[in-house]
Protein backbone atom coordinates (compact mmCIF):
# COMPACT_ATOMS: atom_id res chain seq x y z
CA UNK A 1 0.00 0.00 0.00
CA UNK A 2 3.03 2.29 1.16
CA UNK A 3 4.29 1.99 -2.46
CA UNK A 4 0.88 2.62 -4.07
CA UNK A 5 0.94 5.79 -2.50
CA UNK A 6 3.93 6.61 -3.07
CA UNK A 7 3.50 5.75 -7.09
CA UNK A 8 -0.19 8.08 -7.03
CA UNK A 9 1.16 11.01 -5.54
CA UNK A 10 2.40 14.54 -6.75
CA UNK A 11 5.87 14.89 -7.44
CA UNK A 12 6.77 18.75 -7.60
CA UNK A 13 8.76 20.78 -10.28
CA UNK A 14 12.35 22.36 -9.74
CA UNK A 15 13.54 25.72 -11.61
CA UNK A 16 15.57 23.66 -13.39
CA UNK A 17 12.86 21.19 -14.82
CA UNK A 18 12.14 20.60 -18.74
CA UNK A 19 9.24 19.63 -20.94
CA UNK A 20 9.08 15.53 -20.53
CA UNK A 21 8.16 12.80 -23.01
CA UNK A 22 4.83 12.77 -21.51
CA UNK A 23 3.80 16.31 -22.52
CA UNK A 24 4.50 16.14 -25.81
CA UNK A 25 2.59 13.03 -25.59
CA UNK A 26 -0.30 15.08 -24.45
CA UNK A 27 0.69 17.62 -27.10
CA UNK A 28 -0.22 15.12 -29.88
CA UNK A 29 -4.19 15.17 -29.28
CA UNK A 30 -4.05 18.97 -29.73
CA UNK A 31 -2.29 18.38 -33.04
CA UNK A 32 -5.43 16.88 -34.14
CA UNK A 33 -8.13 19.13 -32.58
CA UNK A 34 -6.16 22.85 -34.58
CA UNK A 35 -6.71 20.30 -37.70
CA UNK A 36 -9.90 20.24 -36.68
CA UNK A 37 -10.54 23.71 -36.54
CA UNK A 38 -9.27 24.32 -39.89
CA UNK A 39 -11.57 21.82 -40.75
CA UNK A 40 -14.53 23.64 -39.17
CA UNK A 41 -13.69 26.66 -40.97
CA UNK A 42 -13.37 24.98 -44.54
CA UNK A 43 -16.51 23.37 -44.84
CA UNK A 44 -18.24 26.33 -44.74
CA UNK A 45 -15.82 29.41 -45.05
CA UNK A 46 -18.01 32.58 -43.90
CA UNK A 47 -17.60 35.58 -41.45
CA UNK A 48 -19.57 34.01 -38.65
CA UNK A 49 -18.32 30.68 -39.35
CA UNK A 50 -14.85 31.95 -38.71
CA UNK A 51 -15.84 33.55 -35.75
CA UNK A 52 -17.60 30.80 -34.23
CA UNK A 53 -14.40 28.65 -35.38
CA UNK A 54 -12.12 30.98 -33.20
CA UNK A 55 -14.28 30.36 -30.10
CA UNK A 56 -14.19 26.69 -30.42
CA UNK A 57 -9.72 27.85 -30.52
CA UNK A 58 -10.18 29.67 -27.57
CA UNK A 59 -11.71 27.15 -25.48
CA UNK A 60 -9.43 24.50 -27.01
CA UNK A 61 -6.61 26.58 -25.95
CA UNK A 62 -7.67 27.24 -22.67
CA UNK A 63 -7.76 23.80 -21.70
CA UNK A 64 -4.31 23.28 -23.08
CA UNK A 65 -2.65 26.50 -21.70
CA UNK A 66 -4.50 24.84 -17.70
CA UNK A 67 -2.40 21.95 -18.04
CA UNK A 68 0.57 23.39 -18.92
CA UNK A 69 0.46 25.46 -16.13
CA UNK A 70 -0.06 22.40 -13.82
CA UNK A 71 2.69 20.70 -15.58
CA UNK A 72 4.90 23.10 -14.42
CA UNK A 73 4.48 22.72 -10.98
CA UNK A 74 3.72 18.98 -10.94
CA UNK A 75 5.82 16.48 -13.08
CA UNK A 76 3.52 14.96 -16.11
CA UNK A 77 5.45 12.07 -15.81
CA UNK A 78 5.55 10.71 -12.37
CA UNK A 79 2.44 9.78 -10.01
CA UNK A 80 -0.84 10.33 -10.55
CA UNK A 81 -0.61 13.51 -12.93
CA UNK A 82 0.06 10.79 -15.95
CA UNK A 83 -2.93 9.31 -15.54
CA UNK A 84 -4.59 12.49 -15.25
CA UNK A 85 -2.80 13.58 -19.08
CA UNK A 86 -3.90 10.37 -20.52
CA UNK A 87 -7.52 10.21 -19.58
CA UNK A 88 -8.43 14.24 -20.62
CA UNK A 89 -5.79 13.04 -24.11
CA UNK A 90 -8.86 10.77 -24.41
CA UNK A 91 -11.70 13.93 -23.55
CA UNK A 92 -10.13 15.69 -26.10
CA UNK A 93 -9.75 13.68 -28.88
CA UNK A 94 -13.41 13.20 -28.55
CA UNK A 95 -14.03 16.82 -28.44
CA UNK A 96 -11.63 17.37 -31.58
CA UNK A 97 -14.46 14.79 -33.02
CA UNK A 98 -16.95 17.51 -32.13
CA UNK A 99 -15.44 20.20 -33.58
CA UNK A 100 -16.27 20.10 -37.05
CA UNK A 101 -20.01 19.39 -36.64
CA UNK A 102 -19.88 21.72 -33.49
CA UNK A 103 -22.58 24.89 -34.96
CA UNK A 104 -24.72 22.19 -36.22
CA UNK A 105 -27.10 19.18 -34.51
CA UNK A 106 -26.68 15.66 -36.06
CA UNK A 107 -30.48 14.36 -37.23
CA UNK A 108 -28.86 11.18 -35.81
CA UNK A 109 -26.13 10.02 -33.05
CA UNK A 110 -25.16 12.26 -30.22
CA UNK A 111 -25.58 16.63 -30.29
CA UNK A 112 -21.90 17.34 -31.57
CA UNK A 113 -21.90 20.86 -29.62
CA UNK A 114 -23.45 19.10 -25.93
CA UNK A 115 -20.56 16.75 -26.32
CA UNK A 116 -17.94 19.73 -27.13
CA UNK A 117 -19.43 21.60 -23.70
CA UNK A 118 -19.51 18.47 -21.62
CA UNK A 119 -15.96 17.15 -22.41
CA UNK A 120 -14.72 20.54 -22.00
CA UNK A 121 -16.30 21.08 -18.47
CA UNK A 122 -14.73 17.60 -17.80
CA UNK A 123 -11.05 18.86 -19.01
CA UNK A 124 -11.73 21.58 -16.62
CA UNK A 125 -12.90 20.03 -13.22
CA UNK A 126 -9.98 17.93 -13.90
CA UNK A 127 -7.08 20.50 -13.97
CA UNK A 128 -9.13 22.31 -10.86
CA UNK A 129 -8.97 18.74 -8.84
CA UNK A 130 -5.48 17.58 -9.88
CA UNK A 131 -4.27 21.52 -8.75
CA UNK A 132 -6.25 20.94 -5.15
CA UNK A 133 -4.76 17.75 -4.83
CA UNK A 134 -0.83 18.95 -5.75
CA UNK A 135 -0.69 21.50 -2.99
CA UNK A 136 -2.50 20.14 0.08
CA UNK A 137 -0.80 22.77 2.86
CA UNK A 138 -1.45 26.06 -0.10
CA UNK A 139 -3.98 28.07 1.23
CA UNK A 140 -3.60 30.81 -0.84
CA UNK A 141 -3.75 28.55 -3.93
CA UNK A 142 -6.68 26.71 -3.03
CA UNK A 143 -8.95 30.12 -2.32
CA UNK A 144 -7.87 30.73 -5.94
CA UNK A 145 -8.88 27.74 -7.32
CA UNK A 146 -12.18 28.07 -5.29
CA UNK A 147 -12.79 31.48 -6.70
CA UNK A 148 -12.05 29.97 -10.14
CA UNK A 149 -14.70 27.48 -9.76
CA UNK A 150 -17.51 29.91 -8.84
CA UNK A 151 -16.41 32.91 -11.02
CA UNK A 152 -14.62 31.37 -14.24
CA UNK A 153 -15.76 27.90 -14.98
CA UNK A 154 -19.21 27.57 -13.41
CA UNK A 155 -20.52 30.63 -15.05
CA UNK A 156 -18.75 30.03 -18.91
CA UNK A 157 -20.25 25.90 -18.44
CA UNK A 158 -23.68 27.41 -17.93
CA UNK A 159 -23.78 29.79 -20.94
CA UNK A 160 -22.25 27.36 -23.42
CA UNK A 161 -24.81 24.87 -22.22
CA UNK A 162 -27.43 27.35 -22.94
CA UNK A 163 -26.06 27.66 -26.46
CA UNK A 164 -26.25 24.24 -27.40
CA UNK A 165 -30.24 24.27 -26.16
CA UNK A 166 -30.69 27.32 -28.74
CA UNK A 167 -28.07 26.85 -31.84
CA UNK A 168 -27.45 29.06 -35.06
CA UNK A 169 -26.31 32.42 -34.38
CA UNK A 170 -27.79 32.37 -30.77
CA UNK A 171 -25.67 29.60 -29.60
CA UNK A 172 -22.40 31.61 -31.34
CA UNK A 173 -23.67 34.73 -28.86
CA UNK A 174 -24.18 32.75 -26.31
CA UNK A 175 -20.37 31.13 -26.59
CA UNK A 176 -18.60 34.11 -27.33
CA UNK A 177 -20.35 35.66 -23.82
CA UNK A 178 -18.92 32.46 -22.05
CA UNK A 179 -15.47 33.01 -23.14
CA UNK A 180 -15.57 36.73 -22.53
CA UNK A 181 -16.13 35.47 -18.85
CA UNK A 182 -13.77 32.68 -18.86
CA UNK A 183 -11.13 35.07 -20.35
CA UNK A 184 -11.75 38.00 -17.70
CA UNK A 185 -12.63 36.27 -15.13
CA UNK A 186 -8.85 35.22 -14.76
CA UNK A 187 -8.44 38.73 -13.56
CA UNK A 188 -10.97 38.79 -10.90
CA UNK A 189 -9.95 35.50 -9.41
CA UNK A 190 -5.90 36.95 -9.27
CA UNK A 191 -2.78 35.44 -9.14
CA UNK A 192 -1.97 34.52 -5.54
CA UNK A 193 -1.14 30.75 -5.65
CA UNK A 194 -0.58 30.76 -9.17
CA UNK A 195 3.02 29.78 -9.96
CA UNK A 196 6.29 29.58 -12.38
CA UNK A 197 8.44 27.05 -11.18
CA UNK A 198 10.56 26.72 -14.12
CA UNK A 199 10.91 29.56 -16.47
CA UNK A 200 12.53 27.26 -19.33
CA UNK A 201 10.01 25.13 -19.15
CA UNK A 202 6.82 27.44 -19.26
CA UNK A 203 8.50 29.00 -22.17
CA UNK A 204 9.46 25.62 -23.92
CA UNK A 205 6.28 24.26 -23.39
CA UNK A 206 4.72 27.15 -25.24
CA UNK A 207 7.08 27.44 -28.41
CA UNK A 208 6.03 23.89 -29.16
CA UNK A 209 2.58 24.44 -29.29
CA UNK A 210 3.17 27.35 -31.78
CA UNK A 211 5.58 25.05 -33.61
CA UNK A 212 2.56 22.44 -33.48
CA UNK A 213 0.11 25.35 -35.17
CA UNK A 214 2.79 26.33 -37.51
CA UNK A 215 3.26 22.12 -38.66
CA UNK A 216 -0.77 22.36 -39.36
CA UNK A 217 -0.47 25.06 -41.56
CA UNK A 218 2.10 22.76 -43.70
CA UNK A 219 -0.68 19.80 -43.32
CA UNK A 220 -2.94 21.93 -44.45
CA UNK A 221 -1.39 22.91 -47.44
CA UNK A 222 -0.57 19.18 -48.16
CA UNK A 223 -4.27 18.13 -47.35
CA UNK A 224 -5.61 21.04 -50.38
CA UNK A 225 -3.69 19.42 -53.31
CA UNK A 226 -4.79 16.10 -52.40
CA UNK A 227 -6.00 13.69 -55.25
CA UNK A 228 -5.16 15.98 -57.67
CA UNK A 229 -1.47 16.07 -60.26
CA UNK A 230 1.62 18.08 -59.27
CA UNK A 231 2.01 20.76 -61.63
CA UNK A 232 4.85 23.52 -61.57
CA UNK A 233 1.96 25.70 -60.00
CA UNK A 234 1.60 23.50 -57.34
CA UNK A 235 5.07 23.43 -56.73
CA UNK A 236 5.46 27.17 -56.57
CA UNK A 237 2.67 27.74 -54.20
CA UNK A 238 3.98 24.96 -51.88
CA UNK A 239 7.29 27.06 -51.93
CA UNK A 240 5.41 30.36 -51.06
CA UNK A 241 3.66 28.53 -48.25
CA UNK A 242 6.27 27.14 -46.95
CA UNK A 243 8.74 30.52 -46.97
CA UNK A 244 6.07 32.30 -45.35
CA UNK A 245 5.50 29.60 -41.98
CA UNK A 246 9.28 30.35 -42.23
CA UNK A 247 8.93 33.71 -41.87
CA UNK A 248 6.43 33.05 -38.86
CA UNK A 249 8.62 30.70 -37.12
CA UNK A 250 11.95 33.02 -37.40
CA UNK A 251 9.64 35.86 -35.87
CA UNK A 252 8.83 33.59 -32.74
CA UNK A 253 12.44 31.27 -32.61
CA UNK A 254 14.93 34.04 -33.32
CA UNK A 255 13.00 37.25 -32.14
CA UNK A 256 10.49 37.11 -29.87
CA UNK A 257 10.81 33.47 -27.67
CA UNK A 258 14.11 34.53 -26.35
CA UNK A 259 12.98 37.64 -25.33
CA UNK A 260 10.21 36.88 -23.54
CA UNK A 261 11.97 33.61 -21.83
CA UNK A 262 14.41 36.53 -20.68
CA UNK A 263 12.32 38.56 -19.06
CA UNK A 264 10.26 35.49 -17.65
CA UNK A 265 13.31 34.32 -15.96
CA UNK A 266 14.58 37.76 -14.41
CA UNK A 267 10.88 38.04 -12.22
CA UNK A 268 9.53 36.44 -8.97
CA UNK A 269 6.67 35.94 -7.28
CA UNK A 270 3.17 37.79 -8.39
CA UNK A 271 5.14 39.50 -11.27
CA UNK A 272 6.23 36.34 -12.98
CA UNK A 273 3.05 34.87 -12.52
CA UNK A 274 1.19 38.39 -14.05
CA UNK A 275 3.71 37.99 -16.55
CA UNK A 276 3.30 34.54 -17.55
CA UNK A 277 -0.34 34.70 -17.77
CA UNK A 278 -0.35 38.43 -20.15
CA UNK A 279 2.39 36.87 -22.55
CA UNK A 280 2.20 33.65 -22.63
CA UNK A 281 -1.58 32.02 -21.98
CA UNK A 282 -3.64 36.08 -23.44
CA UNK A 283 -0.82 36.71 -26.05
CA UNK A 284 0.44 33.15 -27.54
CA UNK A 285 -3.27 32.78 -28.54
CA UNK A 286 -3.55 35.84 -31.46
CA UNK A 287 -0.36 33.84 -32.50
CA UNK A 288 -1.63 30.03 -32.60
CA UNK A 289 -5.13 32.10 -33.96
CA UNK A 290 -3.40 34.00 -36.98
CA UNK A 291 -1.73 30.80 -38.25
CA UNK A 292 -5.28 28.59 -38.20
CA UNK A 293 -6.50 31.49 -40.08
CA UNK A 294 -3.46 31.52 -42.59
CA UNK A 295 -3.91 27.89 -42.88
CA UNK A 296 -7.31 28.02 -44.00
CA UNK A 297 -5.98 30.51 -47.03
CA UNK A 298 -3.22 28.77 -47.70
CA UNK A 299 -5.17 25.00 -48.44
CA UNK A 300 -7.50 27.20 -50.52
CA UNK A 301 -5.09 28.25 -52.77
CA UNK A 302 -3.32 25.09 -52.96
CA UNK A 303 -6.88 23.76 -53.71
CA UNK A 304 -7.10 26.10 -56.64
CA UNK A 305 -3.81 26.05 -58.32
CA UNK A 306 -4.69 22.14 -58.19
CA UNK A 307 -7.55 21.58 -59.32
CA UNK A 308 -7.47 23.31 -62.82
CA UNK A 309 -10.82 21.82 -64.00
CA UNK A 310 -12.68 24.11 -61.50
CA UNK A 311 -10.47 27.07 -61.74
CA UNK A 312 -8.34 28.94 -63.28
CA UNK A 313 -4.56 30.35 -62.30
CA UNK A 314 -5.90 33.44 -62.41
CA UNK A 315 -8.78 33.12 -60.28
CA UNK A 316 -8.58 34.93 -56.72
CA UNK A 317 -9.60 33.53 -53.26
CA UNK A 318 -13.09 34.65 -52.91
CA UNK A 319 -15.07 35.50 -49.50
CA UNK A 320 -13.93 34.96 -46.27
CA UNK A 321 -11.09 32.81 -47.28
CA UNK A 322 -9.79 35.91 -48.82
CA UNK A 323 -9.45 37.38 -45.81
CA UNK A 324 -8.19 34.73 -43.92
CA UNK A 325 -4.55 34.27 -45.77
CA UNK A 326 -3.63 38.05 -45.14
CA UNK A 327 -5.59 38.52 -42.17
CA UNK A 328 -4.32 35.49 -40.59
CA UNK A 329 -0.88 36.85 -40.79
CA UNK A 330 -2.12 40.25 -39.57
CA UNK A 331 -3.50 38.34 -36.35
CA UNK A 332 0.17 36.26 -35.59
CA UNK A 333 1.82 39.90 -36.30
CA UNK A 334 -0.05 42.06 -34.00
CA UNK A 335 -0.33 39.34 -31.54
CA UNK A 336 3.93 39.35 -31.64
CA UNK A 337 4.12 42.94 -31.21
CA UNK A 338 1.95 42.82 -27.88
CA UNK A 339 4.10 40.52 -26.75
CA UNK A 340 7.47 43.00 -27.76
CA UNK A 341 5.52 46.03 -26.07
CA UNK A 342 4.71 43.89 -22.68
CA UNK A 343 8.21 42.64 -23.11
CA UNK A 344 10.17 45.39 -23.14
CA UNK A 345 8.14 48.33 -22.86
CA UNK A 346 8.24 49.49 -26.89
CA UNK A 347 5.65 48.89 -29.27
CA UNK A 348 7.37 47.72 -32.54
CA UNK A 349 6.63 49.80 -35.85
CA UNK A 350 7.10 47.17 -38.21
CA UNK A 351 4.47 44.47 -36.68
CA UNK A 352 2.43 46.56 -35.84
CA UNK A 353 2.36 48.90 -39.14
CA UNK A 354 2.60 45.47 -40.68
CA UNK A 355 -0.06 43.54 -38.80
CA UNK A 356 -2.61 46.89 -39.47
CA UNK A 357 -1.55 46.32 -43.71
CA UNK A 358 -2.49 42.60 -43.52
CA UNK A 359 -5.71 43.08 -42.00
CA UNK A 360 -6.90 45.40 -44.52
CA UNK A 361 -5.97 44.06 -47.52
CA UNK A 362 -8.50 40.93 -47.54
CA UNK A 363 -10.35 43.01 -50.45
CA UNK A 364 -7.18 42.98 -52.25
CA UNK A 365 -6.50 39.43 -51.85
CA UNK A 366 -9.55 39.09 -54.22
CA UNK A 367 -8.93 41.02 -56.82
CA UNK A 368 -5.44 39.12 -57.61
CA UNK A 369 -4.92 35.68 -58.76
CA UNK A 370 -4.69 33.37 -55.53
CA UNK A 371 -1.31 32.33 -56.49
CA UNK A 372 0.48 35.88 -56.80
CA UNK A 373 -1.50 37.11 -53.48
CA UNK A 374 0.47 34.16 -51.44
CA UNK A 375 3.56 34.57 -53.31
CA UNK A 376 3.55 38.54 -52.38
CA UNK A 377 2.33 37.55 -48.83
CA UNK A 378 5.05 35.73 -47.81
CA UNK A 379 7.61 38.07 -49.72
CA UNK A 380 6.00 41.09 -47.69
CA UNK A 381 6.38 38.60 -44.11
CA UNK A 382 9.95 37.44 -44.64
CA UNK A 383 10.79 41.42 -45.56
CA UNK A 384 8.42 42.87 -41.81
CA UNK A 385 10.31 40.00 -40.42
CA UNK A 386 13.97 41.43 -41.38
CA UNK A 387 12.81 44.94 -40.99
CA UNK A 388 12.09 44.30 -37.35
CA UNK A 389 14.81 42.26 -36.76
CA UNK A 390 17.14 44.88 -37.61
CA UNK A 391 15.55 47.78 -35.73
CA UNK A 392 15.31 45.05 -32.61
CA UNK A 393 19.26 44.81 -32.88
CA UNK A 394 20.22 48.53 -33.05
CA UNK A 395 19.91 49.59 -29.11
CA UNK A 396 21.39 46.38 -28.35
CA UNK A 397 24.76 46.63 -31.16
CA UNK A 398 24.77 50.62 -29.64
CA UNK A 399 25.22 49.14 -25.84
CA UNK A 400 27.74 46.95 -26.87
CA UNK A 401 29.54 49.48 -28.87
CA UNK A 402 28.74 51.92 -26.30
CA UNK A 403 30.37 49.58 -23.22
Known sequence: MAWNRERARMV??????KVTPAELFFDLVFVYAITQVTALMAAAPSPARMVGAMVVLALLWWCWCCFAWLGNVVRADSG???GVLVTVMAVVLIVSLAVPRVFTDAPEGLSPPLVFVLCYGAVRILH????????????????????????????PLVLLLIGCAHGGRAQLLWWLGAVAIDYG??????????RVNSPGHFAERHGLIVIIALGESIVAMGVGVGGFPLSYAVLGASAAGLLLSAGLW?????????????????????????FARDVYTFLHLPLVAGI??????????LQQVADTGHYGLAEPLHGAVAWSLTGGVGVYLL??????????????????????????????????PALAALTVL????????????RRGRGPVEADASGA
Not at 137 to 144: E, F, H, I, S
Open 12 to 17: ATGDDH
Open 128 to 155: LVSYWVSSPGDAALRATLRRTALLSVLP
Open 185 to 194: GVYLTGSSGW
Open 292 to 301: VLCALGMKKV
Open 335 to 368: GAAAIVLRTSGRLPAALTVGGVCCLAAGPLVGLV
Open 378 to 389: ATAAAVLVALHS
Open 250 to 274: RLYFRQLGEAAEHRLTGLDGDERTR
Open 80 to 82: ALF
